[in-house]
Nanobody, 116 residues
Framework: QVQLVESGGGLVQPGGSLRLSCAAP????????MGWYRQAPGQQRELVAR???????DHADSVKGRFTISRDNAKNTVYLQMNSLKPEDTAVYYC??????????WGQGTQVTVSS
């Protein structure tokens, strides 16, 4: 069973920052496009950002200029640096490892709450 281990969520005030981390098994991490998704209550899960094994990144328009995805291949870990957080960023954030079509692995989710 493939396990993605997330950490870094929590409660932060508007304008604050958080960094999410997700560690994956090396055999998966080295070939996967790693991504962060989020799901707010009553909403569909949406892509926040992703990064290929080669380091190419893609960020949702709603987070461009505020969030940055990166990966440390030596640590088999992907990060999501979140700055200038807004209340509408409140959601459960999920780490994803996309290996190939129909082969995806998910983390358990970590809650991010932006509130004063």
């Amino acid at each position: 069973q493939v396990q993605l281990v997330e950490s870094g969520g929590g409660l932060v005030q508007p304008g604050g920052s958080l960094r999410l981390s997700c560690a994956a098994p090396g055999r998966i991490f080295s070939v996967a496009t790693m991504g962060w998704y989020r799901q707010a209550p009553g909403q569909q899960r949406e892509l926040v950002a992703r990064i290929t094994s080669g380091g190419n990144t893609d960020h949702a328009d709603s987070v461009k200029g505020r969030f940055t995805i990166s990966r440390d291949n030596a640590k088999n870990t992907v990060y999501l640096q979140m700055n200038s957080l807004k209340p509408e960023d409140t959601a459960v954030y999920y780490c994803n490892a996309h290996v190939k079509m129909f082969v995806d692995y998910w983390g358990q989710g970590t809650q991010v709450t932006v509130s004063s």
